[in-house]
């Protein structure tokens, strides 16, 4: 299987339309590839929180048409990274109140829609994406060909317990879009390769290069085998990051060396008959 992470530059002397035909663009030129990975919230910035609110666009706004188009374009499955959505009737939301999320497209090789998720930890410690967005609450995997994926948006990577989550839904490969700030690019890196050994899954994780809203992005978007090792690893830099893999290699490294099954918190309680 071939995945490629497209290691996009926000900055802010360009703008959300040139970046958005741009980027598709580059989708496009990934015909051939079976993956495709976005980062997180590349339309406006993983830190320019005062554009959340003008940028954001309803779950079939122009970003998803673009990448839905690109997907189909290209013939690709595509992970459009992530969008700043705004809840209207329709979109997912019983109550189409306004609310942003922070929200994930997954797109079929044809173009249809193939997942929405909607990021469930939200960074900022009560300010910033964690006091303008909602948070999602539904764990999201999306069943391709050869693989499972299990969605997780940047600041998830933190939070063990929803890739556990993930497994138990059927999870092989975690893709990860990200707005990772440079100044713990180091934790970047350990978390991916932490969350692959745990969970003996794959790792696609894709960042942002450049800055904005002041802050230098990490970029260093990586790939991480089911035993930790890193396969592909890009630099600080606007880059397209294309790796193959075996998705394969999953199963064989759980039945070599069968961890998951020695789990014993977090699982169900046991039920005893009897008073």
Known sequence: MRASLLQVAVNEDES??????????????????DLVVLPELWTTGAFAYEAFDSE??????P???AMAKAASDAGVWLHAGSVPERAVSGSGSAAGDGTLYNTSLVF??????????????????DKGEAVLMGAGDELV???????????????DLRFPELFRGLVDAGAETFVVPAGWPERRRSHWTLLARARAVE??????????????AGVPQAGHSIVVDPWGEVLAE?????????????PATVAGTRERFPALKDRVLGLPAPQHSGA
């Open 141 to 155: 995997t999306v069943r391709l060909p050869h693989t499972v994926l299990g969605v997780a948006t940047c600041y």
């Open 234 to 246: 890009a630099g600080p830099g606007e880059e397209i990051l294309t790796v193959d893999f075996d």
């Open 108 to 125: 079929s090789p044809s173009g249809e829609l193939a997942a929405a998720y909607r990021k469930i930890h939200r960074f900022g410690f």
């Open 199 to 212: 969970n003996q899954s794959f790792v696609l994780a894709c960042g942002t290069a450049g800055t904005h």
């Open 63 to 65: 970003t998803f048409e």
């Open 16 to 33: 959300v339309e040139s970046r958005r035909r741009r980027v598709a663009a580059m989708v496009r030129d990934q015909a051939g590839a």
């Open 56 to 61: 954001a666009e309803p779950l079939e706004g």
